[in-house]
């Protein structure tokens, strides 16, 4: 009797489980036991105007004391202190001419104790809120009004162009629609009439090259001979297998017993070492950049891998790998680039997709007095002139993506950042100095005599190691 019990329960219970398959199924759309697919979810990007750079003026900064001397010689006589009555205004001991720097005895109280004074030595009619205490004085590009600051956020402060009369918010107000028009007065804030501009205090200082790192794991003392450990970089690397099938082939064909976590190992080792050699190496470059990001996996979460690349010479400059896809990820990628430039040039142009972030870079780089212009190309048909004259540089990026995500897809995803970090170093160690290009002729985006007249690829990989130890030696001695 027992046993039948339990296996009517055991039937209900499939019955049960059947049934909410099925209800789950119809509420829902699609089974939630079906395995979840590879491809990510498209994330579109926040719809963000960013309007041109403002005008930028800084205050004019004078001496006291030479001009204070300057009088003396003109004049022939020094330029008294300030003779003050006993009913006059007190001028704090502690305050300075902004502009010039005079001390309280050279400044008159202007207008009655209501907070404006005045140098007798330059002349500058100034407050507590006087323009000469900033650095830098914004202004908006249409109606040269300086802006005002209306907020401050992580990474940078917005500014506000509130002047009624500026050409760029009549445009915009005029280039309303009656039911826009009835909508603004109603909400105001969901439009963009004015102009706005983002001052970036992110702690990030471009052009900064970083030391070289020693790997932990030493490379002269690892198990395997170097032609294994290239063996293993060219079926992992080169051929795009997962490290368990790279371990099965050297097992298989090759007769050496290795793990896959040991080949994982080997790859972070052999990433920190090649590392500073691909970031630092002085690669001859073009006038023609573009820049995209793909998604790969890490720790079972989308991340974004920003590529930048010389569309000439076919050479992948830059190549951070980011959990966001925001303004301080483009900050990095393009500075990444930058560094690699022997001189930045005056025309400098990056080609990059609809995404604001790379405009927003643009302007950090900009109060960091670098300079360049971003082309966006938008979409995938030209529905304007700069796409259309610039579509086949955003091509090429979109070809690299492909051919890293031929490579990637047998990794399925990283189990950490450091992880992913590495196999991309290797992915751009071996399109830049060791793949053929057939757009190159058949030769690899940059020569290396060393590498040149070596027959195989093993053999390669390990003399690029060996290259980049000595220059990690060389820099660090």
Same mark, same amino acid.
């Given at each position: 009797?027992?046993?039948?019990?339990?296996?009517?329960?055991?039937?209900?219970?499939?019955?049960?489980?059947?049934?909410?398959?099925t209800?789950?199924?119809?509420?829902?759309g699609?089974?939630?036991?079906?395995?979840p697919?590879?491809?990510?979810?498209?994330?579109?990007y926040?719809?963000?105007?960013?309007?041109?750079?403002?005008?930028?003026?800084?205050?004019?900064?004078l001496d006291y004391?030479?001009?204070?001397?300057?009088?003396?010689?003109?004049?022939?006589?020094p330029?008294k202190?300030?003779?003050?009555?006993?009913?006059?205004?007190?001028?704090?001991?502690?305050?300075?001419?902004?502009?010039?720097?005079?001390?309280?005895d050279?400044?008159?109280?202007?207008?009655?104790?209501?907070?404006?004074y005045? =140098?007798?030595?330059?002349?500058?009619?100034f @407050?507590?809120? $006087? &323009?000469?205490? *900033?650095?830098?004085?914004l /202004?908006? +590009?249409?109606?040269?009004?300086?802006?005002?600051?209306?907020?401050?956020?992580?990474?940078?402060?917005?500014?506000?162009?509130?002047?009624?009369e =500026?050409?760029?918010?009549?445009?915009?107000? @005029?280039?309303? $629609? &009656?039911k826009? *028009?009835?909508?603004?007065? /109603?909400? +105001?804030?969901a439009?963009?009439?004015?102009y706005i501009?983002r001052?970036?205090?992110?702690?990030?200082?471009?052009?900064?090259?970083?030391?070289?790192?020693?790997?932990?794991?030493?490379?002269?003392k690892i198990y395997?001979?170097?032609?294994?450990?290239?063996l293993?970089?060219?079926?992992?690397?080169?051929?795009?297998?997962?490290?368990?099938?790279?371990?099965?082939?050297?097992?298989?064909?090759?007769?050496?017993?290795?793990?896959?976590?040991?080949?994982?190992?080997?790859?972070?080792?052999?990433?920190?070492?090649?590392?500073?050699?691909?970031?630092?190496?002085?690669?001859?470059?073009?006038?023609?950049?573009?820049?995209?990001?793909?998604?790969?996996?890490?720790?079972?979460?989308?991340?974004y891998?920003?590529?930048?690349?010389?569309?000439?010479?076919?050479?992948?400059?830059?190549?951070?790998?980011?959990?966001?896809?925001?303004?301080?990820?483009?900050i990095?990628?393009?500075?990444?680039?930058?560094?690699?430039?022997?001189?930045?040039?005056?025309?400098l142009?990056?080609?990059?997709?609809?995404?604001?972030?790379?405009?927003?870079a643009?302007?950090?780089?900009?109060?960091?007095?670098?300079?360049?212009?971003?082309?966006?190309?938008?979409?995938?048909?030209?529905?304007?002139?700069?796409?259309?004259?610039?579509?086949?540089?955003?091509?090429?990026?979109?070809?690299?993506?492909?051919?890293?995500?031929?490579?990637?897809?047998?990794?399925?995803?990283?189990?950490?950042?450091?992880?992913?970090?590495?196999?991309?170093?290797?992915f751009?160690?071996?399109?830049?100095?060791?793949r053929?290009?057939?757009?190159?002729?058949?030769?690899?985006?940059?020569?290396?005599?060393?590498?040149?007249?070596?027959?195989?690829?093993?053999?390669?990989?390990?003399?690029?190691?060996?290259?980049?130890?000595?220059?990690?030696?060389?820099?660090?001695?």
């Amino acid at each position: 009797m027992f046993p039948q019990i339990i296996t009517y329960l055991l039937t209900l219970i499939n019955y049960q489980e059947q049934v909410i398959r099925t209800l789950l199924t119809l509420l829902i759309g699609k089974s939630m036991f079906e395995e979840p697919k590879e491809t990510p979810v498209n994330k579109p990007y926040r719809k963000l105007q960013v309007d041109d750079l403002p005008i930028i003026e800084q205050p004019e900064k004078l001496d006291y004391k030479a001009l204070l001397k300057e009088f003396q010689e003109a004049k022939g006589k020094p330029l008294k202190p300030v003779q003050r009555r006993k009913n006059s205004t007190p001028v704090p001991m502690s305050m300075n001419c902004p502009k010039c720097g005079a001390p309280s005895d050279y400044l008159y109280a202007n207008n009655g104790g209501k907070g404006q004074y005045q =140098c007798k030595v330059c002349e500058c009619l100034f @407050n507590a809120k $006087s &323009r000469y205490h *900033k650095e830098l004085i914004l /202004k908006c +590009p249409h109606c040269s009004k300086s802006l005002e600051k209306i907020k401050e956020r992580k990474d940078f402060n917005v500014f506000k162009c509130k002047n009624n009369e =500026c050409s760029y918010y009549k445009s915009k107000i @005029n280039g309303l $629609s &009656r039911k826009e *028009k009835k909508q603004f007065k /109603k909400d +105001p804030q969901a439009f963009k009439v004015r102009y706005i501009y983002r001052e970036f205090h992110i702690d990030f200082q471009p052009l900064s090259k970083d030391s070289p790192k020693k790997p932990k794991v030493d490379l002269s003392k690892i198990y395997v001979s170097s032609h294994t450990l290239g063996l293993i970089l060219t079926y992992h690397v080169n051929y795009g297998l997962s490290a368990r099938k790279t371990a099965a082939l050297m097992k298989d064909v090759h007769g050496i017993a290795i793990s896959h976590q040991t080949i994982l190992n080997y790859e972070k080792s052999v990433a920190v070492t090649l590392k500073p050699y691909v970031d630092y190496y002085p690669y001859e470059l073009s006038d023609q950049f573009c820049g995209d990001e793909t998604y790969i996996r890490v720790n079972g979460r989308w991340h974004y891998l920003f590529f930048f690349f010389d569309a000439v010479k076919k050479i992948i400059l830059s190549y951070p790998v980011s959990p966001n896809r925001d303004t301080v990820s483009a900050i990095q990628a393009i500075d990444e680039v930058l560094v690699k430039m022997k001189e930045i040039p005056e025309n400098l142009t990056f080609v990059v997709d609809g995404n604001p972030i790379y405009l927003l870079a643009q302007h950090f780089f900009a109060q960091h007095d670098i300079s360049f212009d971003i082309k966006q190309v938008i979409g995938l048909t030209n529905e304007d002139p700069v796409s259309e004259e610039f579509r086949p540089l955003k091509q090429i990026i979109e070809r690299l993506n492909r051919t890293f995500k031929g490579n990637y897809r047998s990794t399925h995803g990283f189990g950490s950042e450091q992880g992913s970090v590495a196999f991309v170093t290797l992915f751009v160690a071996y399109f830049n100095f060791l793949r053929p290009h057939s757009s190159l002729e058949g030769k690899v985006p940059v020569v290396i005599p060393e590498l040149e007249h070596i027959a195989n690829m093993p053999a390669r990989w390990t003399k690029l190691i060996d290259l980049s130890q000595q220059w990690i030696l060389e820099q660090t001695a």
